[in-house]
């Protein structure tokens, strides 16, 4: 079965500072997402990341804070901006593999831990 | 976006049985019923993905009724190792393949 996974798996960060998360598949895929899930929640769609254009962001996410790149089938970047405490989060990327039908599951990467001091 | 409702918790002893329900009276024609599995740390695993009847895989069975308005994931003969939380999710409306999580179904599974 194919494989996706991210990097870093976890990171400890000074606030104001950035990190960039990337998820990489090993098979192309025709979606990828990205999730936050903060401590004891459910997750939280961030944003559709789109190849060779600007990602489609969900309310209450920005692009200045979380820019995401997606340059081709099976790489995505989703970068952590200008730092907080309350950024701190388990972010997921999942994608939806070509051939897949109108079923579109989606699967999920391991998560990159992320812990803002 | 069709949302779902499910119970917040349920306890289980290995070896039984357990079914979780979900209701999605908002399930549009087009869209799938899927369960996902979240271990602590760890991104939610696919369980099952059903459109209407039944489907069972290794795993579990998915039963969906006519209307389609909920669903049944069933899991037989539960272990510890089957602890974990469940989400019941529709794929949004408008083909545009988002998942719009819950707050899922904690399972707990005792000795």
């Known amino acids: 079965s194919a494989v996706i996974s991210q990097k870093p798996s976890r990171d400890i960060c000074q606030r104001g500072t950035s990190l960039t998360i990337q998820c990489q598949v090993d098979?192309?895929?025709?979606?990828m997402f990205w999730y936050r899930q903060q401590p004891g929640q459910s997750l939280t769609l961030i944003a559709t990341?789109?190849?060779?254009?600007?990602?489609?962001?969900e309310s209450g996410f920005v692009i200045d804070k979380f820019p995401i790149s997606r340059p081709n089938l099976t790489f995505s970047t989703l970068t952590v901006s200008n730092m907080s405490p309350e950024d701190s989060s388990i972010y997921l990327c999942?994608?939806?593999?070509?051939?897949?039908?109108?079923?579109?599951?989606?699967?999920f990467g391991p998560g990159t831990r992320l812990t803002v001091l | 976006l069709a949302k779902t409702t499910q119970p917040i918790s349920m306890d289980s002893y290995e070896g039984q049985e357990v079914n979780i329900t979900c209701s999605h009276n908002?399930?549009?024609?087009?869209?799938?019923i899927t369960w996902y599995q979240q271990f602590p740390s760890q991104g939610p695993r696919f369980i099952i993905q059903?459109?209407?009847t039944k489907v069972t895989n290794e795993v579990a069975s998915l039963f969906i009724p006519a209307d389609r308005k909920s669903s049944t994931l069933s899991l037989p003969r539960v272990s510890l190792s089957d602890t974990a939380v469940y989400y019941c999710?529709?794929?949004?409306?408008?083909?545009?393949?988002?998942?719009?999580f819950g707050q899922g179904t904690t399972l707990q599974v005792k000795p």
């Open positions: 098979s192309q895929v025709t979606m």
């Open positions: 908002n399930i549009a024609t087009n869209d799938y």
């Open positions: 999710l529709v794929r949004g409306s408008g083909n545009t393949g988002k998942l719009i």
């Open positions: 059903g459109y209407k």
């Open positions: 999942s994608v939806v593999f070509v051939g897949q039908g109108p079923s579109d599951t989606q699967y």
């Open positions: 990341a789109n190849q060779g254009s600007e990602a489609t962001y």
